[in-house]
């Protein structure tokens, strides 16, 4: 096998392959990916640089939002540049432990993500159901031990995923029909035993995943009970508005996801491999590209601290009047 050491059956560099099928496309493929990654980049480094200096921002909702968009362009950051050089120079080559290192980030960060769209939702249950209690109850202790909690099982749910794909033997060639290393694609190159490699993957993909999202159903139950037994309308209205952005993110960050892990396994057959995996990088990179929009237009105080920052605390004292 092609850059393969024999003995060990462990290739020395993996080769991926862009999007099967696409190949004459790909500079064409690149050109939004590059697009959306440069808006990815200087939105969510635009919002933490203004959560940090504007002291009207240092509040829980936007230290969360702050840990969103910094998962975010490190999450877009393991995958595009590497994606965007397949693209424009066919560099296609990636070293074995590099590959390994590549997957790791991935999963880790893509649970993450998830975490902390979870830790926003129940923001929004205490400053909604318990607003008297807010500032006593998300202390910053507590915001940076959720934070914690949130990365460091992260950390520990994908790192066995390293070691489980590092001990398979591959002797089924050393080509990736990917962009990057997917855990599962690099799998399905061994010639040994995956099955606790697809069990492993599903089982951290519930433990995550659906409890999650069955945190933010949760509190998204216990918000709207609580804003429809308000008598003001102005109330109501307000109390919803503080929950569009959010749930914005929720959209866009599990749509692609489910449809990209129901269909491998359910549906995959009926769709062409390129449409799973340009999915699969949408996954990847359109929440970061979007998240940092969707909150720029809904959340007047963001909006405030951007023209602040771009033309003065006059303009700001200006629309006030």
């Known amino acids: 096998m092609c850059g393969a050491n024999s003995s060990s059956l462990t290739p020395t560099f993996f080769i991926l392959n862009g999007v099967p099928g696409l190949e004459a496309a790909h500079i064409w493929i690149s050109l939004p990916f590059c697009f959306m990654y440069i808006i990815a980049v200087l939105g969510n480094a635009g919002l933490i640089y203004l959560i940090g200096h504007e002291e009207a921002l240092h509040r829980p909702m936007y230290y969360f939002l702050a840990l969103l968009s910094l998962t975010d362009v490190t999450l877009c950051t393991t995958t595009v540049p590497n994606m965007l050089c397949i693209f424009w120079f066919n560099l296609k080559e990636i070293d074995f432990n590099a590959c390994l290192a590549q997957m790791f980030f991935v999963h880790m960060l893509t649970g993450m993500e998830s975490g902390v769209l979870m830790l926003m939702a129940l923001d929004r249950y205490v400053a909604i ?51 990057y290393c997917d855990h599962m694609s690099v799998a399905k190159l061994s010639c040994g035993n995956f099955k606790v490699n697809a069990v492993y993957g599903l089982m951290v993909a519930l433990l995550i995943g659906v409890f999650d999202i069955c ?107």
Not at 223 to 248: E, M, N, P, W, Y
Not at 279 to 286: D, M, T
């Open 129 to 179: 159901c318990c607003p008297l209690r807010y500032s006593t109850i998300l202390t910053n202790p507590v915001i940076a031990k959720a934070g914690l909690a949130t990365f460091l099982r992260g950390v520990m749910l994908v790192i066995p995923f390293t070691f489980l794909t590092k001990r398979l033997p591959y002797c089924r060639g050393n080509f990736i029909p990917h962009t």
């Open 215 to 321: 945190c933010i159903a949760l509190s998204y139950t216990m918000i709207l009970r609580a804003v429809v037994s308000l008598s003001s309308t102005d109330a109501r209205q307000k109390a919803f508005s503080t929950c569009t952005s959010h749930i914005c993110a929720i959209v866009i960050t599990y749509v692609p996801a489910f449809f990209t892990f129901f269909t491998h396994r359910f549906g995959g057959h009926n769709i062409p491999h390129h449409v799973h995996i340009i999915v699969a990088n949408l996954y990847l990179l359109l929440p970061p590209t979007m998240n940092p929009v969707v909150y720029g237009i809904k959340t007047k105080q963001i909006r405030e601290g951007v023209v602040k920052f771009l033309l003065g605390d006059k303009v700001v004292l200006a629309q006030d009047k």
